[in-house]
């Protein structure tokens, strides 16, 4: 089955602890990105990336790191997160980055104490 | 720098009664434009685009859209709208221009359809 997948789905932490959300895809494509989802604020794009080795910032890059190593993995990585951190995140993925549709995971809630 | 705008935080339709959940959108360069849709304690579901053609789109669950450039703006309609059309809609926009990589969202509509 087509699908990106996320892990873990749900995650409560400590104000600085690092912590990493895996990202994968088994539909080998190339664009690859995070959200993170606030009420009221939308999907902000986090990190995007166009293919292996090759990553941006979106809009809200600050506190995020992301790597590109294998095709199919993109994880975030919070090196020190902070409770206004605390979000739903969403990894997504897409052959190219132009008009074609992206596909999401199913989230992951994250709070940060 | 693109935007796009979702001008009501939440829409309410009898069952039965057409719907339309609107957006409006800034580019600098031609739009590619995206109506999601999202379940309660689901991810974001495709539901359309526009890319190029037809102003019309239709798309899943009986969803249509109408591309309006003089208007700048990628209304999303459903002739006769179902309870379980009752979701979060959100509208995305990506400047065909080069060196656009990013999807812009919307900040979503919640759309409440009533028995």
């Known amino acids: 089955e087509a699908q990106v997948t996320q892990n873990p789905r749900y995650l409560i932490t400590v104000t600085g602890k690092k912590l990493t959300v895996t990202c994968s895809q088994n539909m080998n494509h190339e664009y690859m990105s995070w959200y993170r989802q606030d009420p009221g604020l939308g999907l902000r794009q986090i990190y995007y990336?166009?293919?292996?080795?090759?990553?941006d910032k979106g809009d809200v890059p600050e506190g995020y790191k992301v790597s590109r190593k294998e095709k199919r993995n993109f994880p975030l990585i919070l090196e020190s997160p902070s409770p206004n951190q605390t979000s739903l995140y969403f990894c997504?993925?897409?052959?190219?980055?132009?008009?074609?549709?992206?596909?999401f995971g199913p989230g992951t809630r994250l709070l940060v104490l | 720098a693109q935007s796009v705008a979702q001008p009501e935080d939440q829409v309410k339709v009898a069952e039965g009664n057409p719907l339309t959940v609107k957006c409006t959108y800034s580019?600098?360069?031609?739009?590619?434009l995206f109506w999601y849709v999202q379940y309660p304690n689901r991810g974001l579901q495709f539901l359309l685009k526009?890319?190029?053609?037809?102003?019309l789109v239709k798309g899943s669950y009986g969803f249509e859209a109408e591309f309006n450039k003089s208007q700048t703006s990628f209304h999303l309609k459903k002739p006769s709208a179902l309870v379980s059309d009752s979701a979060l809609y959100f509208c995305a926009v990506r400047d065909s221009g080069a060196g656009s990589y990013q999807l812009t969202f919307g900040k979503g509509t919640k759309l409440s359809v009533i028995p």
């Open positions: 580019v600098s360069g031609n739009p590619y």
């Open positions: 997504a993925s897409s052959f190219g980055w132009m008009g074609e549709t992206q596909y």
């Open positions: 990336s166009m293919n292996v080795e090759v990553t």
């Open positions: 526009y890319i190029t053609g037809d102003n």
